[in-house]
């Protein structure tokens, strides 16, 4: 495990490290990395062995402000010809999806922007995702809808726009106890009938679903 979370680490992220051999958890969270054109190296793509990646506001420390103090901008910078960094777009998220050990990816308040690609392929061992407090656009992708995330999916306080699979038996993202996070987005439309099922659920704020008398679900004191 390499952990540099909670530091005023700055500059971007070194393409080596995801080279590291064994390498299976990295966590970069509460940082000052740079979050300009690229988040994270295209190396992180070749990182075969990785389990968990935890980055949330790596780029957005609540004590970034500090690094306006010279003197504390000089105890925390890390020289930028340490670094490698890479030019690639958030784009290159796409690839962390699919690696082959890949469990859980947490990069929640990272400034990622752009849309999440319907034809995205999931590893079977990704588990736990979180993307929320982002600026993430688009529909969100059937098979997130439709894959049973045992711990959660986390894609709240987006600007996701667009309808919920609504096909019986079709929305399974909150089966089996897991935690499932939609809210604050510009979602619309009906409510699948699973949402009354499931047992963590935080899908209504923030959004424009059809909860009438027309809805083949209606707004319930239960669900949250």
Not at 54 to 72: F, I, V
Not at 185 to 197: H, Q, Y
Request: proline share 5%; net charge negative.
């Amino acid at each position: 495990m390499l952990d540099v979370s909670n530091n005023l680490l700055t500059g971007t992220i070194p393409s080596t490290l995801f080279q590291l051999p064994l390498l299976q958890a990295v966590i970069l969270s509460n940082n000052c990395f740079d979050q300009g054109s690229s988040i994270l190296p295209s190396t992180v793509c070749n990182a075969s062995e990785l389990i968990s990646l935890s980055g949330d506001g790596m780029g957005s420390s609540t004590q970034c402000a500090r690094l306006n103090d010279p003197t504390q901008r000089a105890m925390a910078i890390i020289h930028t010809s340490l670094f490698e960094g890479s030019k690639n777009k958030p784009e290159l998220l796409d690839c962390l999806f699919s690696l082959p050990n890949i469990r859980s990816i947490h990069m929640a308040g990272c400034g990622l922007t752009g849309k999440l690609p319907s034809n995205l392929s999931l590893t079977a061992t990704l588990t736990d995702l979180v993307l929320s407090h982002n600026q993430l656009t688009g529909t969100i992708p059937l098979i997130f809808q439709r894959k049973s995330w045992e711990v959660q999916l986390d894609l709240g306080y987006n600007k996701l726009t667009g309808l919920l699979d609504t096909a019986p038996g079709q929305f399974i993202a909150a089966d089996n106890g897991s935690s499932v996070y939609l809210e604050n987005n510009l979602l619309s439309g009906d409510l699948p009938e699973k949402v009354l099922s499931a047992q963590h659920l935080s899908i209504l704020d923030g959004n424009i679903f059809n909860c009438d008398s027309s809805s083949p679900v209606k707004r319930r004191k239960t669900l949250p």
